[in-house]
Nanobody, 120 residues
């Protein structure tokens, strides 16, 4: 069974940086895509970034492109989201997600979420 556990959220000032981590377990992840989503209060969950486990190819939402970096460490079974130049509108609960590679990334596996709050 795939398990995802996020950690690293917290409170940071606008312009600051924060790194989220996601420990993944339960199977080998070749053929999987790992990603990060976020949900702000009163808004729907939205895609942030994803990475293909096998070759590290990444995709980002326009709102975070150039500021956030997703990466994975296959030896440690970890996925990271490095967030720089944070803005108050980045405040949300961030979720790690995973699923098999497909045309559309609509994950079935989710972590419990970690809160990121950016103060102005």
């Amino acid at each position: 069974q795939v398990q995802l556990i996020e950690f690293g959220g917290g409170l940071v000032q606008a312009g600051g940086s924060l790194t989220l981590s996601c420990a993944v377990s339960g199977r080998t992840f070749v053929g999987y895509v790992m990603g990060w989503f976020r949900q702000a209060p009163g808004k729907e969950r939205e895609f942030v970034a994803r990475i293909r486990w096998s070759d590290g190819v990444t995709t980002y939402a326009d709102s975070v492109k150039g500021r956030f970096t997703i990466s994975r460490d296959s030896a440690k079974n970890m996925v990271y989201l490095q967030m720089n130049s944070l803005k108050p509108e980045d405040t949300a609960v961030y979720y790690c997600a995973a699923d098999r590679e497909a045309t559309i990334f609509s994950p079935n596996y989710w972590g419990q979420g970690t809160q990121v709050t950016v103060s102005s």
